[in-house]
């Protein structure tokens, strides 16, 4: 499963080899370009999207062997959108980075770019996290070597790898849990004109010959997601009766290798259609001579049918047969999730998402990664100091963030366990009147309801309903994160007592500098329901927040030595639970 190299060009920049100069490069940093041929287009003349899949996992691969110093293969590709096609005649460019290596597999971010060559125009196609994983050899099972970011992107990616490695590891286990534990019951609406979704269902065979492999006998991941992406396309056209163009790829998760001589039975189906666009199941499942079917990847993939304008066209009604009743529940929770909480356009999405146990992996991980964004931030400006305690603020995109930055003489895992629990916050923030527990989904996140006092005599107070995720280090040099957003919960609807509030972003980031010395960083991103408590803090008209925190550093050193109100952490989450898509 490891990535092949098909006519690759790997470039190196002469600006990062000129004499005399230092250029910095990353050195797992690997460049691919390729010129669009009529061999690899679709009857649009468009580059197909199983031919890119491949030219990425090249790359990829490529940069993963050049870090791991040995043979590696494809484990997962990360959900992948495509913002643009790519015409023949065009150039694609493709750049590919370890992000990270953990003990034995590594992130590789790619980026996907299309030039013009007769306008000198450029632009992004995709990016994609692929994980790889370095093959045993002789001497045993390999140890990566550790990443070091240079830059603030690369440190943003670094920090940002392990929560999203945390997602992978319990993706699996999260779509099993709504397949097996949903009691949803459908009612699906019959249309006279509704298209059976019997009459979508594709299945091919393909036999792994030795051009789809590596020199280690693998089928190659690339060529694997390019069959699999091959009958989706099918599947697709059968619903719509025309050419569909696809727009997302749901995370590829290969659970088991195939080689050279292996029959890939390839399956595919509509599971379901919006008004816009459809989502196809497709899974890949392999076998020799009479040996059962070894299931060896699935995925969702969304295809939209654009008219001559390049404006998505209305789609037929399906009818989808009753075993896939339940599924499509899941599917429709995933499609809402991954459009409005994992999303990179972070001004489009609401400051307060519904909750609900079936997207608590995806908050969890957006609350964490914008706190992780934040931190990673290297401009901010110095507003005052006082008594060792730090304002510093952030303008970006219209928005008013803050940090304070103070040392406490506690250890950075007590620092981490008294900071927690949010119920203790009063004991030193006056401006937490009133904090309760409404729901302890897990040990990592906890859902709370906080009111604070009005800031004008005959105002109201407010409240907010946070989400509060913590994680603990992944790795020495990394810090404890408490990340804190607003939800809405429909059992606690705002009142008349009081103004319901919302926070987008804030959080602690707690950093070990000894056994004896934490430093303790607050976080917040500026929302309308903020703003009133800091705004003369931040305009130097008052110093309540040097009270507030000067407070918080008596209340750590005063229970250092208390025990930990919050349980003890589990090791890091991890799951080898794996989840059939049977088509």
């Known amino acids: 499963m490891t990535s092949e190299v098909d006519n690759a060009n790997i470039m190196l920049d002469p600006l990062d080899i000129q004499e005399g100069e230092e250029t910095y490069r990353n050195p797992t940093e690997v460049k691919m370009s390729q010129i669009v041929l009529p061999c690899h287009a679709n009857h649009c003349g468009e580059l197909s999207v199983g031919q890119l899949l491949k030219w990425m996992d090249s790359t990829a691969c490529l940069s993963a062997e050049r870090h791991a110093s040995c043979s590696c293969i494809t484990a997962s590709v990360d959900d992948i959108h495509f913002e643009h096609t790519i015409g023949v005649g065009n150039v694609v460019n493709i750049i590919a980075k370890v992000n990270r290596a953990f003990t034995s597999s590594m992130e590789v971010g790619i980026m996907v770019t299309c030039e013009d060559l007769y306008t000198d125009r450029q632009w992004k196609v995709c990016h994609a996290f692929a994980t790889f994983v370095a093959k045993r050899t002789e001497a045993g099972k390999v140890q990566l070597k550790q990443v070091f970011p240079h830059t603030q992107m690369e440190q943003m990616e670094y920090s940002l790898a392990a929560e999203r490695r945390r997602m992978r590891l319990i993706h699996a286990e999260i779509i099993t849990d709504l397949l097996s534990s949903s009691t949803a019951q459908l009612e699906c609406q019959e249309y006279q004109d509704a298209v059976p979704a019997e009459r979508t269902r594709v299945e091919s065979v393909e036999l792994v010959l030795p051009p789809h492999a590596n020199h280690q006998v693998s089928t190659f991941g690339g060529q694997i997601m390019a069959w699999m992406e091959n009958v989706a396309t099918i599947a697709a056209s059968r619903l719509c009766n025309a050419h569909p163009t696809l727009r997302s790829i749901d995370m590829f998760h ?138 510093y603020t952030l303008e970006e995109n219209q928005m008013l963030s803050f940090k304070v930055e103070m040392h406490v003489s506690v250890g950075a895992g007590q620092t981490f366990h008294l900071l927690s629990d949010l119920r203790r916050r009063k004991e030193w923030d006056q401006h937490y009147e009133e904090c309760e527990v409404i729901n302890q989904a897990d040990e990592d996140d906890t859902l709370y309801r906080v009111a604070t006092p009005s800031v004008s005599k005959r105002g109201k107070g407010q409240d907010f309903i946070l989400l509060a995720s913590r994680r603990k280090p992944c790795d020495a040099g990394d810090p404890y994160l408490i990340a804190l957003r607003s939800v809405t919960l429909p059992t606690h609807p705002p009142t008349e007592d009081y103004t319901r509030g919302e926070v987008l972003c804030a959080g602690f980031a707690i950093w070990e500098e000894s056994s004896t010395v934490t430093k303790v960083t607050y976080y917040n991103k500026a929302t309308p329901g903020v703003l009133p408590y800091i705004s003369t803090d931040i305009a130097g008209l008052s110093s309540s927040f040097y009270s507030a925190f000067s407070a918080c550093s008596h209340f750590l050193e005063a229970n250092k030595d208390s025990v930990a109100a919050l349980p003890p952490f589990s090791p890091q989450h991890s799951s080898n639970n794996t989840v059939s898509v049977k088509l």
């Open 254 to 391: 290969f659970r088991g290798p195939s080689h050279i001589g292996d029959r890939l039975v390839l399956k595919a189906i509509v599971n379901n259609a919006f008004k816009h666009s459809m989502e196809v199941g497709v899974c890949a499942e392999a076998y020799q001579g009479g040996e059962p079917l070894r299931h060896i990847n699935s995925a969702f993939m969304t295809f939209e049918v654009l008219d001559s304008d390049r404006k998505p066209c209305t789609l037929p009604r399906i009818r989808p047969e009753p075993v896939l009743r339940l599924r499509l529940y899941a599917i429709a929770v995933f499609y809402v999730c991954r459009k409005y909480i994992i999303s990179s356009k972070h001004t489009e999405v609401p400051l307060s998402v519904p909750w609900d146990s079936s997207n608590q992996m995806y908050l969890s991980y957006n609350n964490v990664s914008a706190l992780k964004l934040m931190d990673t931030r290297n401009n901010w400006i110095l507003t005052s100091e006082k008594n060792k305690v730090r304002l």
